[in-house]
């Protein structure tokens, strides 16, 4: 870069000194990014694995097969869940048995591993609760499912706000 030579050095080391700080800043942003990024997703897991422990009270075993109980005892539980949940009772097989919340763009319920997973469906993001549940010795399987849409929007502002906010912070340092 022979041009940079001919350039007065308060110059060269204004564009050397934005440069450090554009990397600094960049590094910053994608730490607090990722941060941010894992801890709400720990903070979905910690809730999908409330409702599904919630849940698990709620299930008993009649004439082999699991279902859940009490349900229309309890409208308010039902309407929170409908809002943030969707819970689905499987077979081994892969039957549904019984499904709580009323989401109709939550994935289909199919047996998957025990543990978390993100899943893409319908065009939307979802977090999956997979457990494997025995009750009076009738094996089934509990998903808890979540939209993570809210998540998503959040991690987008946040870089939206990096890619507006680092220029500005490079471009008024330069002017100092």
């Known amino acids: 870069m022979p041009y940079l030579s001919q350039l007065p050095l308060r110059i060269r080391l204004t564009i050397w000194f934005l440069f450090a700080l554009g990397i600094i800043m960049l590094l910053f942003a994608a730490f607090v990014y990722w941060q941010t990024e894992r801890n709400m997703l720990l903070q979905a897991n910690d809730a999908l694995g409330r409702a599904g422990n919630q849940a698990l009270i709620n299930i008993q075993a009649h004439n082999g097969e699991l ?11 039902l309407r929170q869940l409908d809002d943030d949940f969707v819970i689905y009772l499987i077979a081994p097989d892969g039957t549904l048995w019984g499904t709580l919340g009323s989401d109709r763009e939550a994935p289909l319920p199919e047996i998957r591993e025990t543990g978390y997973l993100s899943l893409d469906a319908n ?7 997979s457990q494997e549940i025995v009750v009076d010795n009738v094996r089934g399987w509990v998903q808890v499912i979540q939209e993570m849409e809210a998540v ?5 502002s946040l870089q939206r706000q990096f890619s507006i906010g680092i220029p500005i912070a490079l471009f008024l340092a330069g002017l100092g």
């Open 123 to 129: 065009g939307e993001p979802w977090r999956i609760l």
């Open 152 to 156: 998503e929007q959040a991690l987008s």
């Open 67 to 77: 279902r859940f109980q009490n349900i229309e005892n309890n409208p308010d539980a």
